[in-house]
């Protein structure tokens, strides 16, 4: 089956800590998304890239990093400068070209402790 | 002024009720235009997109106004398992970004 999968369902966080939240897909799509979703808000675009090797910040790229080594892969890592990490990270890919629907993981819920 | 603004609702209707979600955007250059459900603590599922024409899926019809700039989604004869946020959402002439909506929330009620 084709999909998008984000690991871990939860994640928790210490101060001071970077970390990695995964996102892979097989759906051959070459454009890759990663969105911050905090409660009763919209989502809003961290980083996003349209080809291997290259990417883009969003709105809110401070604090976070990425990287697109390969096609089905584009981890997202929350650095220590993110002063407020904890949301819902959602994941999405999509076919080339604008305006083009975009299809979600199932996202990570990341939590400070 | 914000980029797209929803009620948020919540929308609480009986079964069988119909319901109508409004969704204005300022962007008038605007191009692509969709409706995304998104279940409590999951993520969004693209519900249908939106043709200037209108366009219609089951129980689901979805109208732009680009004059008005805004769009809009009507749910007919409401089940249960309609009970999710809808997301409006949009994206700009020659862009990958999409910008959301807050969304609003619909409960429907036995």
């Known amino acids: 089956d084709g999909g998008i999968t984000q690991s871990p369902k939860y994640l928790f966080r210490k101060e001071g800590q970077n970390v990695t939240l995964s996102c892979e897909q097989n759906l051959n799509h070459d454009a890759m998304y990663w969105y911050r979703q905090d409660p009763g808000q919209g989502l809003r675009l961290i980083y996003y890239s349209q080809i291997v090797n290259d990417f883009q910040k969003g709105d809110i790229a401070e604090g976070y990093s990425v990287s697109r080594e390969k096609k089905e892969s584009f981890p997202l890592t929350v650095t220590s400068a993110q002063k407020n990490p904890t949301a819902f990270y959602l994941c999405?890919?999509?076919?080339?070209?604008?305006?083009?629907?975009?299809?979600f993981g199932p996202g990570t819920r990341l939590l400070v402790l | 002024r914000k980029e797209v603004e929803q009620d948020p609702g919540p929308f609480n209707v009986p079964e069988g009720a119909t319901v109508a979600f409004n969704c204005t955007y300022s962007?008038?250059?605007?191009?692509?235009f969709f409706w995304y459900r998104q279940d409590c603590r999951k993520e969004p599922k693209l519900l249908m997109s939106?043709?200037?024409s209108g366009n219609e899926d089951g129980r689901f019809t979805a109208q732009l106004n680009r004059a008005s700039q805004y769009i809009s989604l009507l749910i007919r004869d409401s089940k249960l398992s309609d009970s999710a946020t809808y997301l409006c959402?949009?994206?700009?002439?020659?862009?990958?970004?999409?910008?959301f909506g807050k969304g609003t929330k619909l409960s429907v009620i036995p």
């Open positions: 962007n008038s250059a605007s191009q692509s």
């Open positions: 939106v043709y200037s």
């Open positions: 999405a890919s999509s076919i080339s070209g604008d305006g083009v629907t975009q299809y």
């Open positions: 959402v949009y994206s700009g002439a020659g862009s990958y970004q999409l910008t």
